[in-house]
């Protein structure tokens, strides 16, 4: 996928599809039986594997049929709590992120530049 920070969502889809699709085939599963043993529809299956948007939930089970969510502690590794934050909130852990003051908001009309 080259850098995968740099790619639009849909290439990432795609190549997310082209993934899910080789392991689908090296395991020598059909779509229809992917979707079978994932309880998704065969369009679902079809539909990812071509990159397009689908539920986290169809992912995840997709992602559990083919024996590869296990794998999502690479994709998301659990990340420490800061020791510092710890300190700062006398042994407690952080449950949501507060606006600092200082912090610049971005512009109202601001936007990433790879919408349509």
Do not use: Y
């Not at 992917?34 to 948007?53: D, I, N, Y």
């Not at 510092?84 to 992120?97: L, N, S």
């Amino acid at each position: 996928m080259g850098n995968p920070s740099h790619a639009s969502d849909h290439a990432a889809l795609q190549a997310l599809g082209r993934r899910l699709a080789r392991h689908r085939l090296n395991r020598n599963l059909t779509q229809a039986a992917l979707a079978a043993r994932a309880g998704v529809s065969t369009l679902t299956v079809q539909r990812v594997e071509k990159g397009h948007s689908s539920q986290a939930t169809n992912l995840i089970r997709i992602l559990r049929a083919l024996g590869l969510l296990d794998n999502l502690d690479a994709l998301v590794p659990e990340p420490p709590v800061s020791p510092i934050q710890q300190v700062w909130m006398r042994g407690r852990i952080r449950q949501r992120a507060s606006s600092r003051s200082g912090t610049p908001e971005p512009p109202a009309d601001w936007s990433w530049g790879d919408e349509p």
